[in-house]
């Protein structure tokens, strides 16, 4: 029996060949991982000794050799093969142990050159184990060090590696290759900047973990992260405390870093609730942010997600744990508050740095049979902000017609956000009926809504979501207009002394 060993991650290696060597397989290997087994007093048999040909072109050529690929590929119940074989004095070669140029690790580095990267595309190793993984049924391949144990043990067992072990293995080779060329793929077009939506569409994604279940206890579920150097995101998350996070936690808290990436430079707190925001506050200080947003729906924060852009000190960990919150995001915590908070045992503590960061990339969704793709909706508002009344919003209104337009852009449509001094007064998101979004907001936000300004994530169609608004006390509007019935409502306005800004653009959020 003979086994081929080149590896980039070395881990486990010396043990696994050491054992090989003991059950009598002859070991083939290249470059380092052969200097290193030589270095560890393990017999090893070089490349260049099988195929007759020397390394050559700084080792970019070494395995592409029919003595190789064809020890590889022959197929044993096959006598013309075995004949073949015999003929070019090939010998067949049962294991084949490669795992990969480390590309995902080179790009992951700060400041890395496009040759850099390019020397690290493996051309050889994937081509060993694919032919490998195609005649699975004759070898055994392995990519991942935690394989080596399985292949042990069935030869100590056995002799030999069962043929559904080999399967697996096989499998795993597949997904390896095809994640390893997705990665190489998406790197190269960011790199030359080209546009992701081509005629076809391969991405790639790890796993973080399996989750509990999804939405509901009867589902499966799994956390996914991208393969890139995005930061600022749930998967760049530390937690710090409490039970892991579930799919419904996950979902939410990403629904409040998105609302809370908006507010850059700016002290805020976002507080979610089935990822709408349900309590948004900007002040000086975070605990003053974490305050309004409390007070601005003190009901719904109960069980929610709540998320901070500033540090959390002792004075607001106290004030968040008289409330039960499934999960806390913050940049950082200071000691006192971490000491606070996690007297609660099952309050989902995370750090998560550059928490401000914005996430620049694509939206994917799921749909039965494909997969819809888009932009990431990172504009806030169109070219020009154009006052269309003939009231003009004084500079507080403005400031909080710009608030509640960032909160609006994070509720799902349709979608009402009312709100007053830097604080979400009442939502309403989620409605098929534009003015059964604002009644509802109107319901939740009582007699506080006087002075507020309000949000709408699309225009109004009809004159009776500026009726409501009136009666309500609201006196500004931000939309981003374009109803061919947008005179009468500006004529409403006009007639109340309600100022109203159209924005020239709209936030679907579905």
């Known amino acids: 029996?003979?086994?081929?060993?080149?590896?980039?991650?070395?881990?486990?290696?010396?043990?696994?060949?050491?054992?090989?060597?003991?059950?009598?397989?002859?070991?083939?290997?290249?470059?380092?991982?052969?200097?290193?087994?030589?270095?560890?007093?393990?017999?090893?048999?070089?490349?260049?000794?099988?195929?007759?040909?020397?390394?050559?072109?700084?080792?970019?050529?070494?395995?592409?050799?029919?003595?190789?690929?064809?020890?590889?590929?022959?197929?044993?119940?096959?006598?013309?093969?075995?004949?073949?074989?015999?003929?070019?004095?090939?010998?067949?070669?049962?294991?084949?142990?490669?795992?990969?140029?480390?590309?995902?690790?080179?790009?992951?580095?700060?400041?890395?050159?496009?040759?850099?990267?390019?020397?690290?595309?493996?051309?050889?190793?994937?081509?060993?184990?694919?032919?490998?993984?195609?005649?699975?049924?004759?070898?055994?391949?392995?990519?991942?060090?935690?394989?080596?144990?399985?292949?042990?043990?069935?030869?100590?067992?056995?002799?030999?590696?069962?043929?559904?072990?080999?399967?697996?293995?096989?499998?795993?080779?597949?997904?390896?290759?095809?994640?390893?060329?997705?990665?190489?793929?998406?790197?190269?077009?960011?790199?030359?900047?080209?546009?992701?939506?081509?005629?076809?569409?391969?991405?790639?994604?790890?796993?973080?973990?399996?989750?509990?279940?999804?939405?509901?206890?009867?589902?499966?579920?799994?956390?996914?992260?991208?393969?890139?150097?995005?930061?600022?995101?749930?998967?760049?998350?530390?937690?710090?405390?409490?039970?892991?996070?579930?799919?419904?936690?996950?979902?939410?808290?990403?629904?409040?870093?998105?609302?809370?990436?908006?507010?850059?430079?700016?002290?805020?707190?976002?507080?979610?609730?089935?990822?709408?925001?349900?309590g948004v506050g900007s002040a000086d200080s975070i605990y003053e942010a974490f305050i309004k947003a409390y007070e601005g729906d003190p009901v719904s924060i109960f069980g929610g997600i709540v998320v901070a852009n500033g540090e959390i000190d002792k004075k607001t960990a106290e004030k968040i744990n008289e409330l039960f919150i499934e999960v806390l995001v913050a940049p950082s915590y200071s000691e006192e508050a971490l000491e606070v908070l996690t007297r609660k045992k099952n309050i989902r503590i995370l750090k998560l740095e550059g928490i401000e960061k914005r996430y620049q990339g694509y939206e994917l969704k799921k749909v039965m049979g494909g997969i819809l793709l888009q932009d990431t909706d990172s504009v806030l508002l169109g070219e020009d902000l154009k006052v269309v009344t003939k009231r003009q919003p004084t500079k507080e209104e403005m400031e909080d017609l710009i608030f509640a337009w960032k909160v609006v852009k994070n509720t799902k449509s349709n979608g009402i956000s009312l709100a007053k001094d830097k604080m979400l007064i009442a939502n309403g998101p989620g409605q098929v009926s534009r003015i059964w979004a604002l009644q509802n907001a109107i319901r939740q936000g009582g007699e506080s809504l006087i002075g507020s300004v309000l949000a709408s994530d699309a225009f109004f169609p009809f004159e009776d979501s500026v009726e409501a608004a009136n009666k309500a006390g609201v006196t500004a509007i931000i939309q981003p207009g374009g109803s061919i019935r947008d005179e009468d409502s500006i004529k409403l306005c006009d007639k109340y002394g309600i100022a109203m800004v159209f924005t020239g653009m709209r936030h679907f959020k579905h």
Do not use: W
């Open 1 to 278: 029996m003979r086994a081929l060993i080149s590896v980039s991650d070395k881990s486990g290696v010396l043990e696994f060949a050491k054992t090989l060597e003991d059950l009598g397989v002859e070991i083939i290997s290249t470059g380092g991982t052969a200097r290193l087994l030589e270095e560890n007093k393990i017999k090893v048999t070089g490349i260049s000794d099988v195929t007759g040909f020397p390394e050559c072109l700084d080792g970019r050529v070494k395995t592409l050799h029919p003595g190789i690929h064809g020890g590889i590929l022959a197929m044993r119940d096959n006598p013309a093969h075995m004949e073949k074989l015999q003929e070019l004095n090939i010998q067949p070669i049962d294991i084949v142990a490669v795992n990969l140029y480390p590309f995902k690790e080179t790009i992951s580095k700060e400041g890395v050159s496009l040759e850099e990267a390019v020397e690290n595309i493996d051309i050889g190793g994937p081509t060993m184990i694919r032919a490998a993984a195609k005649n699975y049924k004759d070898v055994a391949v392995i990519t991942d060090p935690v394989d080596y144990k399985t292949v042990i043990d069935q030869l100590k067992d056995k002799g030999s590696v069962d043929v559904d072990v080999k399967y697996d293995l096989a499998l795993k080779v597949f997904q390896h290759t095809a994640n390893y060329d997705a990665m190489i793929s998406a790197y190269l077009k960011e790199q030359a900047g080209k546009e992701t939506m081509d005629e076809t569409l391969t991405v790639t994604f790890e796993k973080v973990q399996d989750l509990r279940y999804g939405e509901n206890p009867h589902q499966k579920a799994a956390f996914y992260k991208e393969v890139g150097k995005q930061s600022g995101t749930l998967v760049d998350a530390v937690q710090l405390h409490g039970k892991e996070l579930s799919y419904n936690n996950i979902n939410d808290t990403n629904g409040a870093l998105e609302a809370l990436k908006e507010f850059y430079g700016t002290p805020t707190v976002v507080a979610v609730k089935h990822a709408n925001p349900c």
